[in-house]
Protein backbone atom coordinates (compact mmCIF):
# COMPACT_ATOMS: atom_id res chain seq x y z
CA UNK A 1 0.00 0.00 0.00
CA UNK A 2 1.24 3.19 -1.23
CA UNK A 3 -0.20 5.27 1.27
CA UNK A 4 0.03 4.27 5.12
CA UNK A 5 -1.76 7.13 7.23
CA UNK A 6 -0.39 7.18 10.49
CA UNK A 7 -2.53 4.91 12.61
CA UNK A 8 -2.90 7.55 15.53
CA UNK A 9 -4.42 9.66 13.00
CA UNK A 10 -7.53 6.43 12.00
CA UNK A 11 -10.89 7.79 11.34
CA UNK A 12 -12.19 4.53 12.87
CA UNK A 13 -9.82 4.65 15.77
CA UNK A 14 -9.89 7.96 18.53
CA UNK A 15 -11.06 11.43 16.91
CA UNK A 16 -8.01 13.25 16.87
CA UNK A 17 -9.14 15.09 13.89
CA UNK A 18 -11.64 17.29 15.11
CA UNK A 19 -15.50 16.67 13.61
CA UNK A 20 -17.24 20.33 13.76
CA UNK A 21 -21.17 21.15 13.70
CA UNK A 22 -22.06 22.54 10.60
CA UNK A 23 -23.13 26.01 12.08
CA UNK A 24 -20.11 27.05 12.62
CA UNK A 25 -19.44 29.01 9.42
CA UNK A 26 -22.71 29.17 8.29
CA UNK A 27 -24.76 30.08 11.52
CA UNK A 28 -23.87 33.78 11.82
CA UNK A 29 -25.46 34.16 8.03
CA UNK A 30 -28.45 32.52 8.55
CA UNK A 31 -29.79 34.34 11.84
CA UNK A 32 -28.29 38.12 9.51
CA UNK A 33 -30.46 37.34 7.21
CA UNK A 34 -33.22 36.97 9.78
CA UNK A 35 -32.65 40.30 9.83
CA UNK A 36 -33.72 41.33 6.35
CA UNK A 37 -37.36 41.84 7.03
CA UNK A 38 -37.14 43.00 10.51
CA UNK A 39 -38.72 46.62 10.17
CA UNK A 40 -41.60 45.08 8.59
CA UNK A 41 -43.77 47.70 10.57
CA UNK A 42 -47.90 48.14 10.42
CA UNK A 43 -48.07 51.41 12.54
CA UNK A 44 -44.75 53.11 12.38
CA UNK A 45 -44.84 56.99 12.51
CA UNK A 46 -41.72 57.38 10.44
CA UNK A 47 -42.24 58.84 7.09
CA UNK A 48 -40.71 56.24 4.66
CA UNK A 49 -40.95 58.06 1.79
CA UNK A 50 -39.14 60.83 4.00
CA UNK A 51 -37.37 59.96 7.19
CA UNK A 52 -35.75 62.16 9.38
CA UNK A 53 -31.88 62.80 9.32
CA UNK A 54 -29.49 60.82 11.12
CA UNK A 55 -30.05 57.56 12.61
CA UNK A 56 -34.07 56.88 12.95
CA UNK A 57 -34.32 53.52 13.23
CA UNK A 58 -32.34 51.36 16.05
CA UNK A 59 -33.04 47.55 17.41
CA UNK A 60 -30.90 45.59 19.66
CA UNK A 61 -32.20 41.71 19.76
CA UNK A 62 -30.31 38.37 21.65
CA UNK A 63 -29.59 35.70 19.82
CA UNK A 64 -30.57 32.20 21.29
CA UNK A 65 -30.03 28.70 20.57
CA UNK A 66 -32.23 25.72 21.56
CA UNK A 67 -33.42 28.74 24.51
CA UNK A 68 -29.73 29.19 25.09
CA UNK A 69 -28.25 32.89 24.75
CA UNK A 70 -25.43 32.90 22.21
CA UNK A 71 -24.94 36.37 20.82
CA UNK A 72 -26.86 39.53 20.30
CA UNK A 73 -27.64 41.80 17.30
CA UNK A 74 -27.92 44.98 16.02
CA UNK A 75 -30.19 46.98 13.44
CA UNK A 76 -29.53 50.30 12.02
CA UNK A 77 -30.62 52.57 10.06
CA UNK A 78 -29.13 56.01 9.04
CA UNK A 79 -30.33 58.91 6.28
CA UNK A 80 -27.87 61.34 4.99
CA UNK A 81 -29.09 63.68 2.16
CA UNK A 82 -30.64 61.15 -0.56
CA UNK A 83 -28.44 58.51 0.63
CA UNK A 84 -29.47 55.34 3.30
CA UNK A 85 -27.59 52.89 5.29
CA UNK A 86 -28.79 49.93 6.54
CA UNK A 87 -26.11 47.74 8.89
CA UNK A 88 -26.38 45.04 10.34
CA UNK A 89 -24.08 43.92 13.12
CA UNK A 90 -24.08 40.33 15.19
CA UNK A 91 -21.95 38.89 17.79
CA UNK A 92 -21.81 34.61 19.22
CA UNK A 93 -20.14 32.83 21.15
CA UNK A 94 -20.88 28.91 21.01
CA UNK A 95 -19.15 26.60 23.06
CA UNK A 96 -17.84 23.39 21.41
CA UNK A 97 -16.37 20.51 23.82
CA UNK A 98 -14.32 22.76 26.41
CA UNK A 99 -13.53 25.48 23.63
CA UNK A 100 -15.22 28.85 23.05
CA UNK A 101 -15.41 30.03 19.14
CA UNK A 102 -16.18 33.68 18.46
CA UNK A 103 -17.85 35.03 15.39
CA UNK A 104 -18.48 38.76 14.26
CA UNK A 105 -20.26 39.29 11.28
CA UNK A 106 -21.24 43.22 10.05
CA UNK A 107 -22.97 43.80 7.01
CA UNK A 108 -23.94 47.39 5.36
CA UNK A 109 -25.93 48.09 2.21
CA UNK A 110 -25.65 51.95 0.88
CA UNK A 111 -29.07 53.07 -0.94
CA UNK A 112 -30.46 55.88 -2.61
CA UNK A 113 -33.58 57.20 -0.85
CA UNK A 114 -36.19 55.29 -3.40
CA UNK A 115 -34.54 52.15 -2.84
CA UNK A 116 -31.65 51.84 -5.60
CA UNK A 117 -28.94 49.41 -4.48
CA UNK A 118 -25.45 51.16 -4.23
CA UNK A 119 -22.53 49.79 -2.58
CA UNK A 120 -22.83 46.95 0.24
CA UNK A 121 -19.66 46.26 2.60
CA UNK A 122 -19.55 42.73 4.79
CA UNK A 123 -17.07 41.93 6.83
CA UNK A 124 -16.61 38.81 8.92
CA UNK A 125 -14.50 37.44 11.36
CA UNK A 126 -14.65 33.51 11.57
CA UNK A 127 -11.28 32.64 12.65
CA UNK A 128 -8.70 35.62 13.43
CA UNK A 129 -8.79 38.09 10.01
CA UNK A 130 -11.28 39.47 8.93
CA UNK A 131 -13.00 38.74 6.10
CA UNK A 132 -13.62 41.76 4.10
CA UNK A 133 -16.15 42.11 0.81
CA UNK A 134 -16.73 45.03 -0.86
CA UNK A 135 -19.42 45.78 -3.41
CA UNK A 136 -20.38 48.94 -6.00
CA UNK A 137 -23.03 49.06 -8.87
CA UNK A 138 -21.94 50.99 -11.70
CA UNK A 139 -23.72 50.51 -15.34
CA UNK A 140 -25.69 47.75 -14.28
CA UNK A 141 -22.55 46.16 -13.44
CA UNK A 142 -21.65 44.44 -9.41
CA UNK A 143 -18.09 45.30 -9.09
CA UNK A 144 -16.92 42.90 -5.94
CA UNK A 145 -13.53 43.46 -4.18
CA UNK A 146 -12.47 40.81 -1.35
CA UNK A 147 -9.47 41.40 1.44
CA UNK A 148 -8.14 39.11 3.57
CA UNK A 149 -4.09 39.36 4.55
CA UNK A 150 -3.12 41.65 2.24
CA UNK A 151 -4.77 39.55 -0.38
CA UNK A 152 -6.99 41.59 -2.71
CA UNK A 153 -9.17 39.63 -5.39
CA UNK A 154 -11.81 41.78 -7.55
CA UNK A 155 -14.63 39.85 -9.37
CA UNK A 156 -17.71 41.62 -11.54
CA UNK A 157 -20.73 40.45 -12.53
CA UNK A 158 -23.68 41.76 -14.02
CA UNK A 159 -26.17 43.87 -11.91
CA UNK A 160 -30.09 42.34 -12.00
CA UNK A 161 -32.18 45.01 -12.81
CA UNK A 162 -35.01 44.94 -9.76
CA UNK A 163 -32.90 43.16 -7.37
CA UNK A 164 -33.27 44.94 -3.97
CA UNK A 165 -30.95 45.47 -1.26
CA UNK A 166 -31.97 46.27 3.12
CA UNK A 167 -33.86 49.66 2.53
CA UNK A 168 -35.43 48.93 -0.54
CA UNK A 169 -36.93 45.30 0.70
CA UNK A 170 -38.41 47.70 3.81
CA UNK A 171 -39.83 49.88 1.36
CA UNK A 172 -41.62 47.26 -0.84
CA UNK A 173 -42.89 45.91 2.49
CA UNK A 174 -44.59 48.71 3.16
CA UNK A 175 -45.90 49.44 -0.37
CA UNK A 176 -47.20 45.83 -0.22
CA UNK A 177 -49.13 46.17 3.00
CA UNK A 178 -49.81 43.93 6.26
CA UNK A 179 -53.22 42.79 5.95
CA UNK A 180 -53.46 39.16 6.81
CA UNK A 181 -53.27 36.93 3.63
CA UNK A 182 -51.16 39.43 2.09
CA UNK A 183 -48.58 37.11 -0.11
CA UNK A 184 -45.75 38.42 -2.53
CA UNK A 185 -42.32 37.59 -3.53
CA UNK A 186 -39.26 40.28 -3.70
CA UNK A 187 -35.62 39.32 -5.66
CA UNK A 188 -33.38 40.55 -2.75
CA UNK A 189 -29.34 40.74 -2.86
CA UNK A 190 -27.57 39.31 -0.36
CA UNK A 191 -23.73 38.62 -0.60
CA UNK A 192 -23.51 36.55 2.29
CA UNK A 193 -26.06 33.94 0.29
CA UNK A 194 -25.42 34.59 -3.44
CA UNK A 195 -23.27 37.20 -5.42
CA UNK A 196 -24.22 36.58 -8.37
CA UNK A 197 -28.11 37.40 -8.69
CA UNK A 198 -30.78 37.76 -6.10
CA UNK A 199 -32.60 35.19 -3.87
CA UNK A 200 -36.10 35.04 -4.16
CA UNK A 201 -37.82 36.29 -0.99
CA UNK A 202 -40.93 35.16 -0.86
CA UNK A 203 -43.63 37.01 2.04
CA UNK A 204 -46.78 36.31 3.97
CA UNK A 205 -48.73 38.39 6.36
CA UNK A 206 -50.22 35.07 8.53
CA UNK A 207 -52.29 37.70 10.65
CA UNK A 208 -52.33 38.80 14.47
CA UNK A 209 -50.92 36.83 17.45
CA UNK A 210 -50.39 37.23 21.14
CA UNK A 211 -46.71 36.53 21.99
CA UNK A 212 -44.37 36.74 24.98
CA UNK A 213 -41.41 38.82 25.59
CA UNK A 214 -40.10 38.47 28.53
CA UNK A 215 -43.21 37.39 30.76
CA UNK A 216 -45.09 40.57 28.87
CA UNK A 217 -47.76 39.32 26.47
CA UNK A 218 -48.02 41.81 23.49
CA UNK A 219 -50.65 41.97 20.30
CA UNK A 220 -48.52 41.36 17.25
CA UNK A 221 -48.43 40.38 13.14
CA UNK A 222 -46.95 37.72 12.26
CA UNK A 223 -45.27 37.77 8.87
CA UNK A 224 -43.39 34.18 7.43
CA UNK A 225 -40.81 34.31 4.88
CA UNK A 226 -38.99 31.80 2.88
CA UNK A 227 -35.53 32.40 1.38
CA UNK A 228 -35.45 30.58 -1.73
CA UNK A 229 -31.35 30.12 -2.42
CA UNK A 230 -29.13 27.63 -5.39
CA UNK A 231 -28.42 25.21 -2.48
CA UNK A 232 -32.28 25.21 -0.78
CA UNK A 233 -34.78 27.10 0.79
CA UNK A 234 -35.10 28.14 4.81
CA UNK A 235 -37.69 29.66 6.21
CA UNK A 236 -38.04 32.03 8.87
CA UNK A 237 -40.84 33.85 11.13
CA UNK A 238 -41.13 37.43 12.12
CA UNK A 239 -43.68 38.72 14.66
CA UNK A 240 -43.99 43.27 14.59
CA UNK A 241 -45.77 45.01 17.44
CA UNK A 242 -48.21 48.15 15.95
CA UNK A 243 -45.05 50.42 16.45
CA UNK A 244 -42.60 48.52 13.87
CA UNK A 245 -40.78 46.93 17.16
CA UNK A 246 -39.72 43.39 15.82
CA UNK A 247 -40.56 41.08 18.80
CA UNK A 248 -39.31 37.81 17.94
CA UNK A 249 -37.66 36.38 14.49
CA UNK A 250 -37.16 32.40 14.59
CA UNK A 251 -36.23 29.53 12.80
CA UNK A 252 -35.61 25.72 12.90
CA UNK A 253 -32.77 24.21 11.59
CA UNK A 254 -31.23 20.92 11.96
CA UNK A 255 -33.85 20.43 14.62
CA UNK A 256 -32.72 23.58 16.68
CA UNK A 257 -34.50 26.48 17.16
CA UNK A 258 -33.38 29.47 16.02
CA UNK A 259 -34.45 32.75 17.92
CA UNK A 260 -33.96 36.36 18.12
CA UNK A 261 -35.74 38.33 20.55
CA UNK A 262 -35.85 41.62 21.19
CA UNK A 263 -33.94 43.50 23.65
CA UNK A 264 -32.45 47.08 25.02
CA UNK A 265 -28.98 47.61 24.36
CA UNK A 266 -27.96 46.52 27.87
CA UNK A 267 -29.59 43.10 27.85
CA UNK A 268 -27.93 42.23 24.50
CA UNK A 269 -24.75 42.99 25.42
CA UNK A 270 -25.07 41.59 29.15
CA UNK A 271 -22.70 39.00 29.59
CA UNK A 272 -23.48 35.21 29.31
CA UNK A 273 -21.69 31.06 29.25
CA UNK A 274 -21.82 30.25 25.74
CA UNK A 275 -24.31 26.70 25.85
CA UNK A 276 -22.31 24.13 24.54
CA UNK A 277 -24.02 23.06 21.23
CA UNK A 278 -21.79 19.81 20.09
CA UNK A 279 -23.57 16.90 21.32
CA UNK A 280 -26.41 17.82 19.01
CA UNK A 281 -24.77 17.62 15.91
CA UNK A 282 -23.58 13.68 16.98
CA UNK A 283 -25.36 10.99 15.70
CA UNK A 284 -25.61 7.50 17.22
CA UNK A 285 -23.77 4.89 15.22
CA UNK A 286 -25.87 1.63 15.23
CA UNK A 287 -23.36 -0.77 14.89
CA UNK A 288 -19.49 -0.03 15.24
CA UNK A 289 -17.06 0.13 12.15
CA UNK A 290 -13.57 -2.23 12.59
CA UNK A 291 -10.93 -0.52 11.88
CA UNK A 292 -9.57 -3.15 9.43
CA UNK A 293 -12.88 -2.30 7.46
CA UNK A 294 -12.28 -2.18 3.66
CA UNK A 295 -16.23 -1.19 2.92
CA UNK A 296 -19.28 0.00 4.46
CA UNK A 297 -22.71 0.46 2.89
CA UNK A 298 -24.63 3.06 4.48
CA UNK A 299 -28.63 3.62 4.62
CA UNK A 300 -29.49 7.06 5.13
CA UNK A 301 -33.39 8.42 5.38
CA UNK A 302 -34.18 11.92 5.50
CA UNK A 303 -37.24 13.83 5.22
CA UNK A 304 -38.16 15.67 2.33
CA UNK A 305 -40.70 17.86 0.69
CA UNK A 306 -40.98 17.30 -2.98
CA UNK A 307 -38.21 19.02 -4.62
CA UNK A 308 -36.00 19.26 -1.56
CA UNK A 309 -33.19 15.92 -3.27
CA UNK A 310 -29.15 15.58 -2.31
CA UNK A 311 -27.13 14.91 -5.57
CA UNK A 312 -25.39 12.85 -3.50
CA UNK A 313 -21.32 13.12 -4.97
CA UNK A 314 -19.48 9.64 -6.21
CA UNK A 315 -16.07 9.46 -6.45
CA UNK A 316 -13.34 6.79 -6.40
CA UNK A 317 -14.48 6.32 -3.33
CA UNK A 318 -18.46 6.54 -3.01
CA UNK A 319 -20.41 4.40 -5.22
CA UNK A 320 -24.41 5.42 -4.99
CA UNK A 321 -26.24 2.34 -5.06
CA UNK A 322 -29.74 3.72 -4.78
CA UNK A 323 -31.47 6.47 -4.45
CA UNK A 324 -34.53 8.43 -4.22
CA UNK A 325 -35.98 10.96 -2.16
CA UNK A 326 -36.12 10.46 1.41
CA UNK A 327 -33.55 7.62 1.27
CA UNK A 328 -29.84 6.50 -0.14
CA UNK A 329 -27.72 3.43 -0.30
CA UNK A 330 -24.29 4.21 0.07
CA UNK A 331 -21.12 1.87 -0.57
CA UNK A 332 -18.18 3.46 0.32
CA UNK A 333 -14.71 1.65 -0.21
CA UNK A 334 -11.01 2.03 1.35
CA UNK A 335 -9.20 4.20 -0.95
CA UNK A 336 -5.86 2.35 -2.39
CA UNK A 337 -4.06 4.80 -4.74
CA UNK A 338 -0.78 2.34 -5.36
CA UNK A 339 1.93 4.27 -6.78
CA UNK A 340 1.88 4.88 -10.52
CA UNK A 341 4.12 7.13 -12.84
CA UNK A 342 0.84 7.34 -15.51
CA UNK A 343 0.77 10.96 -16.57
CA UNK A 344 -1.52 13.29 -15.46
CA UNK A 345 -2.74 14.76 -18.81
CA UNK A 346 -5.04 18.08 -18.02
CA UNK A 347 -6.62 17.73 -21.34
CA UNK A 348 -8.36 14.36 -20.90
CA UNK A 349 -10.44 15.09 -17.87
CA UNK A 350 -13.72 13.69 -18.59
CA UNK A 351 -16.82 15.79 -19.17
CA UNK A 352 -16.52 17.69 -15.78
CA UNK A 353 -15.80 21.07 -16.13
CA UNK A 354 -12.78 21.66 -13.76
CA UNK A 355 -12.67 25.29 -13.86
CA UNK A 356 -13.33 26.37 -10.88
CA UNK A 357 -11.54 23.59 -8.61
CA UNK A 358 -8.45 25.00 -10.15
CA UNK A 359 -9.53 28.84 -9.55
CA UNK A 360 -8.73 30.89 -6.52
CA UNK A 361 -11.01 32.42 -4.32
CA UNK A 362 -11.50 33.80 -1.00
CA UNK A 363 -11.90 30.42 1.28
CA UNK A 364 -9.22 28.88 -1.24
CA UNK A 365 -6.97 31.16 -2.41
CA UNK A 366 -4.07 29.44 -4.48
CA UNK A 367 -3.12 33.04 -5.71
CA UNK A 368 -1.52 34.12 -2.43
CA UNK A 369 2.31 34.31 -2.26
CA UNK A 370 2.24 32.58 1.02
CA UNK A 371 0.87 29.79 0.06
CA UNK A 372 2.31 29.39 -3.41
CA UNK A 373 5.39 29.14 -1.59
CA UNK A 374 4.14 26.37 0.75
CA UNK A 375 3.16 24.49 -1.84
CA UNK A 376 6.39 24.51 -3.62
CA UNK A 377 7.50 23.56 -0.01
CA UNK A 378 5.34 21.03 0.37
CA UNK A 379 5.79 19.26 -3.54
CA UNK A 380 9.82 19.33 -2.49
CA UNK A 381 12.41 18.14 -5.14
CA UNK A 382 12.73 15.41 -7.18
CA UNK A 383 8.30 14.37 -7.81
CA UNK A 384 6.59 15.62 -11.11
CA UNK A 385 3.14 16.34 -9.91
CA UNK A 386 1.98 15.58 -13.85
CA UNK A 387 3.52 12.15 -13.48
CA UNK A 388 3.34 10.99 -9.76
CA UNK A 389 -0.28 12.42 -9.03
CA UNK A 390 -1.31 10.66 -6.00
CA UNK A 391 2.38 10.32 -4.90
CA UNK A 392 1.89 14.45 -4.82
CA UNK A 393 -1.54 14.23 -3.31
CA UNK A 394 0.03 12.64 -0.78
CA UNK A 395 3.06 14.80 0.01
CA UNK A 396 0.56 17.57 0.28
CA UNK A 397 -1.74 15.80 2.27
CA UNK A 398 1.03 14.92 4.87
CA UNK A 399 3.02 18.41 4.57
CA UNK A 400 -0.77 19.86 5.81
CA UNK A 401 -1.38 17.55 8.35
CA UNK A 402 1.83 18.65 10.01
CA UNK A 403 1.82 22.09 9.01
CA UNK A 404 -1.16 23.49 10.51
CA UNK A 405 0.65 22.23 14.43
CA UNK A 406 -2.18 23.67 16.71
CA UNK A 407 -5.42 21.64 16.44
CA UNK A 408 -8.26 22.51 18.49
CA UNK A 409 -12.16 23.33 18.10
CA UNK A 410 -11.76 27.31 18.73
CA UNK A 411 -11.69 28.71 15.01
CA UNK A 412 -15.23 29.03 13.63
CA UNK A 413 -14.47 29.31 9.48
CA UNK A 414 -10.15 30.13 8.54
CA UNK A 415 -9.68 31.01 5.05
CA UNK A 416 -6.79 28.99 3.38
CA UNK A 417 -4.52 32.56 3.63
CA UNK A 418 -5.46 32.44 7.39
CA UNK A 419 -4.44 28.81 8.18
CA UNK A 420 -0.97 30.02 5.98
CA UNK A 421 -0.03 32.34 8.49
CA UNK A 422 -1.93 30.34 11.49
CA UNK A 423 -1.45 26.87 11.54
CA UNK A 424 -4.60 26.56 13.98
CA UNK A 425 -7.85 25.01 13.73
CA UNK A 426 -10.43 21.69 12.95
CA UNK A 427 -11.28 19.77 9.94
CA UNK A 428 -12.68 22.87 7.96
CA UNK A 429 -8.97 24.77 7.98
CA UNK A 430 -7.41 22.11 6.77
CA UNK A 431 -9.81 21.00 4.45
CA UNK A 432 -9.64 23.93 3.07
CA UNK A 433 -5.39 24.69 3.49
CA UNK A 434 -5.23 21.63 1.52
CA UNK A 435 -7.37 22.21 -1.38
CA UNK A 436 -5.41 25.29 -1.78
CA UNK A 437 -2.10 23.15 -1.67
CA UNK A 438 -3.48 20.95 -4.58
CA UNK A 439 -4.69 24.05 -6.76
CA UNK A 440 -1.24 25.87 -6.34
CA UNK A 441 0.37 22.16 -7.49
CA UNK A 442 -2.21 22.71 -10.45
CA UNK A 443 -4.69 19.32 -9.27
CA UNK A 444 -8.43 20.21 -9.36
CA UNK A 445 -9.34 20.37 -5.68
CA UNK A 446 -12.63 20.59 -3.34
CA UNK A 447 -14.06 20.16 -0.50
CA UNK A 448 -16.42 17.68 0.82
CA UNK A 449 -19.10 18.23 3.75
CA UNK A 450 -20.56 15.21 4.91
CA UNK A 451 -20.59 12.61 7.83
CA UNK A 452 -17.54 10.90 9.59
CA UNK A 453 -17.37 7.85 11.96
CA UNK A 454 -15.42 8.20 14.48
CA UNK A 455 -15.22 4.82 17.51
CA UNK A 456 -15.02 7.63 20.54
CA UNK A 457 -15.41 11.34 20.26
CA UNK A 458 -16.33 13.95 23.19
CA UNK A 459 -16.61 11.25 25.75
CA UNK A 460 -19.63 9.21 23.75
CA UNK A 461 -18.54 5.89 21.59
CA UNK A 462 -19.83 4.73 17.76
CA UNK A 463 -20.52 8.18 16.30
CA UNK A 464 -21.23 10.40 13.65
CA UNK A 465 -20.22 13.84 13.28
CA UNK A 466 -20.41 16.07 10.31
CA UNK A 467 -16.79 16.68 8.91
CA UNK A 468 -15.14 18.30 5.65
CA UNK A 469 -12.03 17.02 3.98
CA UNK A 470 -10.10 17.52 0.48
CA UNK A 471 -10.76 15.80 -2.46
CA UNK A 472 -8.69 15.77 -5.57
CA UNK A 473 -9.16 14.63 -9.22
CA UNK A 474 -6.72 12.65 -9.93
CA UNK A 475 -6.68 9.96 -13.22
CA UNK A 476 -10.48 11.29 -14.26
CA UNK A 477 -11.98 10.85 -10.71
CA UNK A 478 -12.10 12.34 -7.32
CA UNK A 479 -10.51 10.73 -4.59
CA UNK A 480 -10.66 11.63 -0.77
CA UNK A 481 -7.69 12.91 1.37
CA UNK A 482 -7.91 14.12 4.79
CA UNK A 483 -5.59 16.15 6.43
CA UNK A 484 -7.20 16.62 10.02
CA UNK A 485 -7.73 12.61 10.30
CA UNK A 486 -3.97 12.37 8.67
CA UNK A 487 -5.33 9.99 5.88
CA UNK A 488 -4.37 10.12 2.17
CA UNK A 489 -5.96 6.62 1.45
CA UNK A 490 -9.26 6.87 3.01
CA UNK A 491 -11.00 4.72 4.91
CA UNK A 492 -14.59 3.58 4.24
CA UNK A 493 -16.12 5.72 6.89
CA UNK A 494 -16.64 8.69 5.50
CA UNK A 495 -20.32 9.66 3.49
CA UNK A 496 -19.86 12.74 1.07
CA UNK A 497 -23.50 14.50 1.28
CA UNK A 498 -22.44 17.59 -0.82
CA UNK A 499 -19.14 19.17 -2.14
CA UNK A 500 -17.87 22.18 -3.67
CA UNK A 501 -14.85 24.51 -4.78
CA UNK A 502 -16.02 27.36 -2.56
CA UNK A 503 -16.13 29.47 -5.33
CA UNK A 504 -16.31 33.58 -4.06
CA UNK A 505 -15.70 32.28 -0.80
CA UNK A 506 -19.01 30.87 0.82
CA UNK A 507 -18.29 27.90 2.84
CA UNK A 508 -22.63 28.57 3.17
CA UNK A 509 -22.59 26.70 -0.91
CA UNK A 510 -22.06 23.40 1.30
CA UNK A 511 -23.37 23.78 4.58
CA UNK A 512 -27.40 24.74 3.97
CA UNK A 513 -28.62 21.33 2.95
CA UNK A 514 -26.79 19.84 5.76
CA UNK A 515 -28.05 22.00 8.19
CA UNK A 516 -31.64 21.13 7.29
CA UNK A 517 -30.56 17.63 7.85
CA UNK A 518 -29.03 17.67 10.75
CA UNK A 519 -31.42 16.55 13.56
CA UNK A 520 -33.82 14.33 11.08
CA UNK A 521 -31.06 12.10 8.92
CA UNK A 522 -30.79 8.75 10.31
CA UNK A 523 -27.90 6.66 9.11
CA UNK A 524 -27.76 2.88 9.15
CA UNK A 525 -24.75 0.43 8.26
CA UNK A 526 -26.37 -2.28 6.51
CA UNK A 527 -22.97 -4.38 5.82
CA UNK A 528 -18.77 -3.55 6.53
CA UNK A 529 -16.53 -6.02 4.61
CA UNK A 530 -13.22 -7.02 6.25
Not at 154 to 170: F, H, K, Q, S
Not at 407 to 424: H, Y
Not at 492 to 517: E, H, N, Q, W, Y
Request: glycine share 8%; hydrophobic share 40%.
Amino acid sequence: MFFSPPKSFHVAGRAHGWLRPPWIPFFSFVLISLLAFAPAAIGNPIDMADPPEGRFWDEWMEVMLANEKVGYSRFSITRSGDRIEVREVMTMRLARHLAEVNLEVARSSVETLSGEPLAFRSESTLGQLPLVMEGVIINDELSVTTRQAGNVQERRYPWVDGALMNWGTIRESFRRGFEPGVEYSIPVFNPDLRLDGPVDSMIRIAGNETVTVRELKISATRIETRLEVPMGSFESVSWVDSDGRTLISKMNMGGLDITMVSATESIALKEFVPPEIFDSALLAANVAIPRGAQSVTYVITFPHDGDDFIEWPETRQQEILASSPGKAVIRVTRGEHAATAVRHKKSDRGDEDLTSYLAANAAINSADGRLIALGREALGEGLNASQHPFATADRLRRFATGYISEKNLDVGFATASEVARRPVGDCTEHAVFLAALGRVCEIPSRVAVGLAYVSEYAGRENVFGVHMWTQMYLHDQWIDLDASLGESECSPTRIAFLTGSLDDGRPVDVMLPMMKLLGQIKVEISKVEI
